[in-house]
Antibody, heavy 121, light 107 residues
Framework: QVHLQESGSGLVKPSGTLSLTCAVS?????????WTWVRQSPKKGLEWIGE???????NYNPSLKSRVTMSVDETRSHFSLRLTSVTAADTAVYYC???????????????WGPGTLVTVS | EIVLTQSPATLSVSPGEGATLSCRAS??????LAWFQQKPGQAPRLLIY???ARATGIPARFSASGSGTEFTLTISSLQSEDFAVFYC?????????FGQGTKVEIK
C-alpha cells in the first residue's frame, strides 16, 4: 500500500523560498502515475499547484508557474516542490498526492499525504 | 480555467436520510470528474473518479453520475461517519480545479 509523507520548512519568511519533499513508500515512484501537489487555505480552498512524472515532465498551475519548480528523485523515491518569492497568501496546508490513472485513462488523486502547514511570516 | 460551482454550500441532513450534491462546470469536462470527502484535520479522500466509478473501499451508498457540465453525488443513507465536506474536481484540462465544497452537516 502506497504511503506519502510531506516534510520541509513549516515557517518561511516573506520573499523567501518554500521547499517541501514528499516521500513515497510502499510502491514505486517510477510507476505510470503522476505525482501532484495541492494546497488548501481558508481563503482559496483547495488549489492544484502542479504535477510531475517520474521522467521529470511537469505541468504547473499558470497562476503559480513563474514561482514553482518541481523535481523528482527516483533513487530516493521522493519528489519535491519549490515555491519562490512567497507572501502571506502562500500560507496553507500543503499536500502531496498520487494521481492514479487506470486502464481506461480515468484519473484520481487516490493517495494523499497527511499534509503539512506552511506559514509565511 | 474551468470553474466548478457546487451547490448547496451547506446541506443539513438527519442520519439515515439521503443527500444529493451538485457540481456544475463552466465548460464541458466530459467524464473527467472526481469527488472527494474531507473531514476536519484530514486530507481529502477520493470517493469517485471518472464521474461515476467508486474508488477502492468506498461503500455502495455513495454513487455519482453526470457528464459534460452537470454532475451529482448521491449518498443514499447517511451514516455518522459521512458528515464532512465534499469537493468535486476536474481533470479534463490544466490547471486541475476544485469546487468550493459542500458541507454536509447533521440536522
Amino acid at each position: 500500500q502506497v504511503h506519502l509523507q510531506e516534510s520541509g520548512s513549516g515557517l518561511v519568511k516573506p520573499s523567501g523560498t518554500l521547499s517541501l519533499t514528499c516521500a513515497v513508500s510502499g510502491g514505486s515512484i517510477s510507476s505510470s502515475h503522476w505525482w501532484t501537489w495541492v494546497r488548501q487555505s481558508p481563503k482559496k480552498g483547495l488549489e492544484w499547484i502542479g504535477e510531475i512524472y517520474h521522467s521529470g515532465s511537469t505541468n504547473y498551475n499558470p497562476s503559480l508557474k513563474s514561482r514553482v519548480t518541481m523535481s523528482v528523485d527516483e533513487t530516493r523515491s521522493h519528489f519535491s516542490l519549490r515555491l519562490t518569492s512567497v507572501t502571506a497568501a502562500d500560507t496553507a496546508v500543503y499536500y502531496c498526492a498520487r494521481d492514479r490513472r487506470d486502464d481506461y485513462n480515468r484519473r484520481g488523486f487516490d493517495v494523499w499525504g497527511p499534509g503539512t502547514l506552511v506559514t509565511v511570516s | 480555467e474551468i470553474v466548478l460551482t457546487q451547490s448547496p454550500a451547506t446541506l443539513s441532513v438527519s442520519p439515515g436520510e439521503g443527500a444529493t450534491l451538485s457540481c456544475r462546470a463552466s465548460q464541458s469536462v466530459s467524464s473527467d470528474l472526481a469527488w472527494f470527502q474531507q473531514k476536519p484535520g484530514q486530507a481529502p479522500r477520493l470517493l469517485i473518479y471518472g464521474a461515476s466509478a467508486r474508488a477502492t473501499g468506498i461503500p455502495a451508498r455513495f454513487s455519482a453520475s453526470g457528464s459534460g457540465t452537470e454532475f451529482t453525488l448521491t449518498i443514499s443513507s447517511l451514516q455518522s461517519e459521512d458528515f464532512a465536506v465534499f469537493y468535486c474536481q476536474q481533470y479534463n484540462t490544466w490547471p486541475r480545479t476544485f469546487g468550493q465544497g459542500t458541507k454536509v452537516e447533521i440536522k
